[in-house]
């Protein structure tokens, strides 16, 4: 037999590789040539390569065990084009200029940030089939022949699953060939969506389930950069087909981990798939009948079998052992392997009788570069379990067969147990017609005709091979982990019972691979030890994901300026221009201050402080909450809300407003204008206006629908410009020439509909500073315009524009609080000092009942006051704790409250702060004491005050 | 109707970008801002006098199918909630619409508030439209399940917007202004195969 010379172990002709596509790719530093279609691991066996990692607590040779997402050993660290950590070599396809490695147990991330693009995309169909072998094909096919919207998912490059490593026909045509025909017509239907190299790795409730597809990692660097290299698929569907097949399982025995040794199935997809031979002289071991037809296929593309160990004492069926003796392959019926020489690659491999986990006779050593294992196959059903679905141990089939589940799914082929392809395309037109008609469409089974199922002996449910030594340091149940049948007895011996703790004690089944091939070998062993029937061992739970996902993947574009929005008013690009620092407030961005050049923070919040204390200023504060309250009962509505009286405000009158939950705390604080007599304008904090709204809507909705009041959101219709300083009502006057601005024309409190520089306007006088202030409403559209205006409105003195941390400084200085700064959901309006704010003449609202209680007229409650540092330059820290010790005393050390705000003031001339404090206005004009690096740093002394610093005979409120 | 010439669209800026992708999309997409149309939020009860004379005045039926849309005479009404509409009209529309809406209804309680600045209204139209918008939203938006004459309040990536479909390859997003910035960037990413697909 003539084979390439690079390639030693490729065969000439044959597979689904494109040999008039080589492509050379290095391993270890090692320049390595393949063929267009093969997978890394294919590639490395091609090239004789079988030692391709290192075991991670051992340090064992490990080599390629599967040929598919299963594999439980051959890790590689991709390097190049796109460097990705932790891959089975089995699923990583070739493309020129690819550079891996073989790990040593564990990959690592790459240093470099990956900026490949990734995304995410939302489907719904009406069938959603997961798998794209003979089963799946077929119920797509019949499905999307009805009409119904159809997603047909498949983890390959290309449909077809198992018919890929098969001589199997189907229709007259070989079983890939008629698999490539099946998935284009079902393609070629309306409203039909094929997704190859696309894993679904989670199902959810309500049938909803995640998948990622790889698109342009095959690619290697000719991937296109503006395509998403993976992408998340989240699809809703009315019906899920699972027609995920089975994993052939590994049997226990000594040194079953050496390079060489391959599941039978895997073998068999090399060599008719990839054109591979994965060795010279081959030993089966198996127990079932499934595995003849790999040795049987691999003798007749040229590889020596040896002998065939088969574990079950009566051997084979009859076709699989007329398939052997056609060969003239020795049948060893009762014998396994009892030992494995080859330190690199399996060299020996030593066969016994064995019976009831004993040697009972001599062993023979045969001579083997490749052991081929088959220990029966796994219905893949971790989708299902993660759905919900039951498993039953089902003993005919040595195997957990699905069991009845909550959500709509159906299970078709092997992955239900189908032994035979004809099963499985029976099965699978019956799971696609039933899926399609559940939909509400009329579909019809169509069978293609297959060759009749062999007749087969019953799977062996032999687990344990007894090695040469005693013990079973070296039969590998997790190879991934390094857990040994001797690590599962260890667990069992200790007391565990459970399979999931058996599973955290050992690690057994925790590692990349999930234990595909091993979980079943993992259950046999417990249910031995403790001397019970395997079907009550069960399974561990099944969770997502079923496979790797990079975390790149999942997040998808959710990062950087997508990963969560920037909210924006109709001013930003303006305070932008003008150089703002900002603040996130929520997803808001607002100016926190304007610095000029070369002015630090400190200077610029001062020069911004100075100007709206003696001259004018401006802010924007179009992001505060902004809610119109409609109808006949709109005042009742916000009398119950709110603490103090609203509903005698009078139309053009504006009035300051708490609102607290009913436990008595504070919840927000705002102001309300009343527009008309059934209408009024709730302003809210920043952070709180969804809740406020929210709340407004849910006592409306569940406690006093009788209410005839609608309540709506103008947040954002509005711009609003506050304009503050002893200067405003000079600027007003010259930009609204049609308002009366005098105090006692426009009194504080009020607001006015009138013409703001062209623009419709309402403007309040208002204040959060104590100076003279209005706000000034207007079209969102004419914000920016309005803005504009003020800006220009000062002639030759500037009107200077400042940010929250300015709006913070002033509102302190005069003891507003902040809700949510200030307060924190534990702090009642009397905590605050603003028990005239709550009504002692309603008869009702939120939080009345809640001051009645003892705990609301404690003493000793925490109260808002001022704190002025002994050393007029010390900030405290917003946080800090207060005690009453000058040095901290030993633990427990008792804390009477915590600085809420603290800031510089140009006002005063020095730093200053507001604090929550136990029994606070009882300490006014005492002395505390705030530590500020916990308990080994400085403490800085403090003399309590009022809240209101500035100004507390609201002198300046009117110019 | 205000002075209109120094008003500016929360879009305003992105304007020339939203071409572009259009142009580049070679058919494939259509994305545009529709700035300053008029959307009177309307709260009133369906069962009573108000809604029924609505249609004969205002010259739209309420619809009351949830999801659902009813085009009138130079007005749309937008089931927003089992007594809350969208009422959507061409700009500059919103006194006389409040007065039709007002004279329909009497002395009924009625909410009537101007929402037209509040709101950015993007169209994406053409083959990839609703592709585009899969990429963000979770809802079915297959023209056998949201055709033309639905609507839908739901989330676009982030932010909360209501879709409308206006036909088969055109669906209109409507999103409160602040959030407009981000979510037509959002959408501009989110097109980007879109769009070299159809060069």
Not at chain 1, 85 to 113: C, F, I, K
Not at chain 1, 317 to 346: F, K, M, N, S
Not at chain 1, 788 to 808: D, K, L
Not at chain 2, 54 to 63: E, H, I, S
Request: with cysteine; hydrophobic share 45%; net charge neutral.
């Amino acid at each position: 037999m003539t084979r390439s010379t690079t390639q030693p172990f490729r065969l000439p002709a044959g597979g689904r590789i494109d040999r008039s596509r080589p492509l050379s790719f290095t391993f270890d530093g090692r320049e390595l040539h393949g063929y267009h279609g093969d997978t890394l691991a294919s590639a490395l066996l091609a090239n004789g390569v079988h030692h391709v990692a290192t075991s991670v607590a051992l340090g064992r040779p490990r080599g390629i065990l599967s040929a598919g997402s299963a594999e439980p050993t051959a890790f590689v660290q991709v390097e190049a084009p796109v460097a990705e950590p932790m891959l089975p070599a089995t699923v990583v396809e070739l493309h020129e200029g690819l550079a891996a490695r073989g790990l040593a147990g564990r990959g690592r991330l790459p240093a470099q940030p990956d900026d490949t693009r990734y995304d995410a995309v939302h489907a719904h169909c009406d069938v959603l089939v997961i798998g794209a072998g003979p089963a799946g094909l077929v119920a797509a096919a019949v499905a999307a022949r009805s009409g119904a919207r159809v997603v047909l998912v498949d983890e390959e490059p290309e449909p077809g699953g198992s018919l890929l490593g098969t001589t199997d026909v189907i229709d007259g045509r070989l079983g890939a060939d008629w698999a490539a025909e099946v998935a284009a017509d079902i393609e070629a239907a309306p409203d039909v969506r094929v997704l190859c190299r696309t894993t679904a790795f989670g199902y959810y409730d309500h049938n909803y389930v995640v998948a990622v597809e790889r698109r342009t990692a095959h690619l290697g660097a000719a991937a296109p950069a503006h395509v998403a290299r993976e992408r998340i698929w989240r699809i809703r569907a009315r019906r899920v087909v699972l027609a995920t097949g089975a994993h052939e399982r590994h049997l226990g025995f000594a040194d079953n981990d050496r390079p060489g040794v391959l599941l039978a199935g895997s073998a068999r997809t090399y060599l008719h798939r990839y054109g591979v031979l994965p060795g010279h002289r081959a030993v089966l071991t198996t127990t079932d009948d499934s595995a003849y037809t790999a040795a049987a296929d691999l003798a007749d593309a040229g590889v020596e079998v040896a002998a065939v160990a088969d574990l079950r004492p009566g051997g084979p069926g009859p076709a699989a052992r007329a398939r052997a003796a056609r060969r003239g392959i020795a049948v060893l019926p009762g014998h396994g392997v009892v030992a494995v020489t080859g330190e690199q690659r399996v060299a020996q491999v030593s066969l016994a009788p064995v019976a009831e986990g004993a040697i009972t006779g001599p062993a023979r050593d045969v001579r083997a570069d490749l052991l081929l294992v088959s220990g029966g196959w796994s219905p893949v059903l971790h989708l299902y379990g993660q759905a919900g679905g039951r498993l039953r141990h089902d003993a005919a089939a040595a195997a957990n067969l699905p069991d009845g589940c909550r959500q709509a799914v159906t299970v078709a082929g092997s992955a239900g147990g189908a032994r035979s392809l004809a099963a499985c395309l029976a099965d699978g037109a019956r799971a696609g017609r039933s899926a399609a008609e559940a939909a509400g469409f009329a579909a019809r089974e169509q069978v293609p005709p297959t060759r009749g199922a062999d007749q087969e002996a019953p799977p062996g449910a032999d687990w344990l091979v007894p090695g040469v030594a005693p013990r079973h340091r070296s039969h590998f149940v997790d190879l991934h982990r390094d857990v040994t049948i001797d690590d599962v007895l260890g667990a069992t011996a200790v007391g565990l019972r459970s399979i999931e703790h058996v599973k955290r004690y050992t690690t057994a089944g925790t590692g990349n691979d999930q234990a595909k091939t091993a979980a079943t070998l993992v259950a046999r062993v417990v249910a031995d030890a403790l001397g019970v029937d395997v079907a009550s061992i069960g399974t561990t739970s099944y969770r997502a994901p079923y496979a790797p996902v990079a975390f790149a993947a999942l997040a998808g574009r959710d990062r950087g300026a997508l990963h969560d929005p920037v909210r924006v008013t109709a001013l930003h690009d303006w305070h932008v221009e003008a150089g703002a620092e900002f603040e996130n407030v929520g997803q808001w961005k607002r100016p926190r201050y304007y610095p000029r050049p070369g002015e630090d923070p400190t200077a610029a919040v001062s020069r911004e402080c100075r100007a709206a204390r003696e001259d004018v200023a401006c802010m924007d504060v179009s992001t505060l909450g902004k809610i119109e309250v409609r109808g006949p009962d709109a005042g009742v509505l916000l009398d119950r809300l709110y603490t103090n009286m609203i509903s005698t405000l009078k139309i053009g009158a504006i009035r300051y407003g708490v609102m607290c939950r009913p436990d008595g705390m504070v919840l927000d604080d705002g102001t309300v204008s009343r527009l008309a007599a059934d209408r009024y304008l709730v302003t809210t904090t920043t952070g709180n206006a969804a809740a406020v709204g929210d709340w407004m809507e849910e006592w409306l909705q569940t406690e006093w629908p009788e209410l005839r009041v609608y309540c709506t959101s103008v947040t954002e219709q509005w711009a609003t410009v506050a304009l503050v300083g002893p200067r405003s009502r000079a600027v007003l006057a010259g930009l609204a020439p049609g308002l009366a601005v005098a105090a006692a024309d426009f009194p504080f409190m009020t607001w006015r509909e009138t013409v703001v520089a062209g623009i419709p306007a309402l403007v309040c006088r208002i204040s959060f500073s104590g100076e003279l202030a209005y706000e000034i409403n207007v079209s969102a559209w004419q914000g920016l315009a309005l803005w504009e205006a003020v800006q220009s409105a000062g002639g030759t003195r500037r009107i200077t524009p400042y940010g929250t941390e300015t709006m913070h400084v002033l509102r302190a200085e005069k003891g507003y609080p902040i809700v949510g700064q200030d307060t924190d959901g534990t702090v009642t309006p009397q905590d605050l000092g603003m028990g005239w704010v709550v009504s002692k003449k309603k008869t009702d609202f939120l939080g009345k009942r809640s001051f009645s209680r003892p705990d609301t007229a404690r003493g000793d409650r925490k109260h808002l006051v001022g704190l002025l540092p002994e050393d007029p330059e010390v900030l405290l820290p917003e946080g800090g704790q207060v005690i009453a010790e000058a040095r901290v005393p030993r633990p427990p050390v008792r804390a009477l409250g915590h600085v809420t705000s603290s800031y510089r003031s140009a006002a005063l001339g020095r730093t200053f702060a507001l604090a929550l404090i136990a029994g606070g206005r009882d300490r006014i004009g005492g002395r505390l004491h705030v530590p500020l690096d916990g308990s080994g740093g400085p403490v800085v002394p403090v003399t309590v005050t009022a809240p209101v610093l500035y100004d507390p005979e609201g002198a300046r409120r009117d110019g | 109707m205000a002075e209109t010439s120094t008003r500016r669209s929360p879009l305003a800026g992105h304007a020339d970008r939203l071409a572009a992708a259009t142009l580049r999309s070679a058919g494939a997409l259509r994305i545009e801002e529709q700035p300053f149309r008029t959307h009177l939020d309307l709260r009133l009860d369906p069962s009573g006098p108000g809604a029924g004379a609505f249609a004969g005045v205002v010259g739209v039926a309420l619809p009351v199918e949830p999801g659902t849309t009813a085009a009138g005479t130079g007005v749309e009404a937008l089931w927003l909630g089992p007594d809350e509409w969208l009422l959507v009209g061409p700009p500059g529309t919103d006194g006389e619409l409040a007065a039709r809406v007002h004279a329909a209804v009497g002395d009924e309680p009625v909410s009537v508030v101007d929402v037209s600045a509040q709101h950015a209204t993007l169209l994406l139209a053409g083959p990839r439209a609703r592709d585009v918008l899969a990429h963000g939203c979770s809802i079915d938006l297959h023209p056998r399940v949201f055709g033309a004459g639905h609507c839908a309040q739901t989330m676009l990536a982030r932010a909360p917007v209501v879709l409308v479909a206006d036909g088969p390859d055109a669906i209109r997003v409507i999103v409160r202004s602040s959030f407009a910035r981000y979510l037509a960037d959002w959408l501009l990413d989110a097109a980007t195969e879109h769009i070299a697909a159809g060069a």
